[in-house]
């Protein structure tokens, strides 16, 4: 795999704990793949013209940095695909003859998505991620539960996870599923398994009594 193609959505400055200007731009972009349906709104110049809209900026300005993106980063990686292509009325006649790619999300840019907190509906994104999924039903069956139960402790389950295949500790994002949940080895899995057993074990009072404690903390 090229140096170029990698995914910094969670990169910081160094000396700042602010992400950098291309983690912004990327999930910028995945944020502009996970939301818009129209194919016109999916192409490099209208997912620049959105977001330095958004941020404003002259468009032309950012142009080569989302092609960058796609083509270097996302596409490599298979965040992204190429989803058809708009005709050209004005123009080269070679371009017209091609037209303009436009592009959409794959199952592991849904993963992506589901990761990144500048998206809101995620669990319209989380459906159609399992739409896609071989993982088990069970394990489907687990995570949609849980979303009605803490849908900010699953989620946080998908950002680390993301993070995780970032910074380089797992190889591939798919497939998703427990087993390589489990190889992230993350601290604060064992901390809610720790909180879970010890609740369940506790009498009526004793549990109203600590999540009176943990409603004042939170």
Not at 7 to 33: H, M, P, W, Y
Not at 52 to 62: L, P, R
Not at 80 to 89: H, N, S, Y
Not at 141 to 147: S, V
């Amino acid at each position: 795999m090229k140096l170029s193609s990698k995914l910094s959505i969670f990169d910081t400055f160094k000396t700042k704990d602010e992400l950098t200007g291309e983690a912004q731009r990327q999930r910028a972009i995945l944020v502009r793949l996970a939301t818009e349906s129209s194919p016109s709104l999916r192409t490099r110049t209208a997912i620049s013209q959105k977001i330095a809209e958004e941020n404003g900026i002259a468009w032309k300005n950012i142009y080569s940095g989302i092609f960058h993106d796609l083509d270097e980063v996302f596409l490599p990686l298979g965040i992204a695909e190429e989803a058809g292509r708009l005709p050209l009325k004005r123009g080269p006649k070679a371009l017209q003859e091609v037209g303009i790619p436009y592009y959409r999300l794959t199952q592991s840019g849904l993963l992506v998505a589901l990761s990144v907190k500048e998206i809101s509906d995620k669990e319209q994104i989380l459906t159609r991620f399992f739409s896609m999924s071989k993982s088990d039903q069970e394990f489907q069956d687990t995570i949609l539960k849980l979303i009605e139960m803490a849908p900010r402790f699953v989620f946080s389950l998908f950002e680390k996870y993301v993070r995780a295949y970032c910074e380089g500790k797992l190889e591939t994002l798919l497939p998703f599923n427990l087993a390589n949940l489990k190889n992230i080895h993350d601290e604060s899995f064992v901390i809610h398994n720790e909180i879970l057993e010890g609740f369940t074990k506790l009498s009526k009072l004793e549990k109203e009594k600590v999540l009176n404690f943990v409603q004042v903390l939170s």
